[in-house]
């Protein structure tokens, strides 16, 4: 599993924390992430790539919050107007990530229960329980 893949889990679950909305409305938000708005359908055409980024979400809802607390990304090889209102928290993958600068640094976020080791090599493995 990517480390960027999670990252950006936890930056919408962040989000969602920050403005105290479902993470559904912070998703909907226009504009806000291009994966929302750059596809004519959603309903997944590789079921391999599906079940990865739910094994993501998996991740970021058990695990620490190792952006400590970014809100924003972007992809390295841009750079937004918004990069200086913000605090570089780190690169994963080929994503830059930022918190809001009035925020304190946070090891976890209030959201997550009984955190399990993610800053490995390797991130634990999650197989899907049966749908039936």
């Keep these: 599993m990517l480390p960027g893949q999670v990252a950006v889990a936890l930056v919408t679950l962040n989000r969602a924390s920050e403005k105290h909305l479902p993470i559904k409305d912070v998703v909907r938000e226009p504009y806000q992430f291009s994966w929302t708005f750059q ?36 992809l390295d090889s841009i750079t937004p107007n918004w990069v200086s209102d913000y605090t570089y928290v780190a690169q994963f993958g080929s994503h830059k990530f ?30 899907p329980e049966p749908l039936f």
């Design 39 to 74: 596809k004519d359908s959603y309903i997944p055409d590789d079921p391999d790539a599906f079940f990865k980024c739910m094994n993501s979400i998996y991740l970021a809802l058990k695990t620490p919050d190792f952006t400590n607390g970014a809100t924003h990304y972007h």
């Design 98 to 127: 930022y918190r809001p600068d009035d925020s304190e640094s946070v090891s976890e976020n209030s959201y997550l229960s009984p955190p399990i080791p993610l800053l490995s090599s390797t991130y634990p493995a999650a197989t």
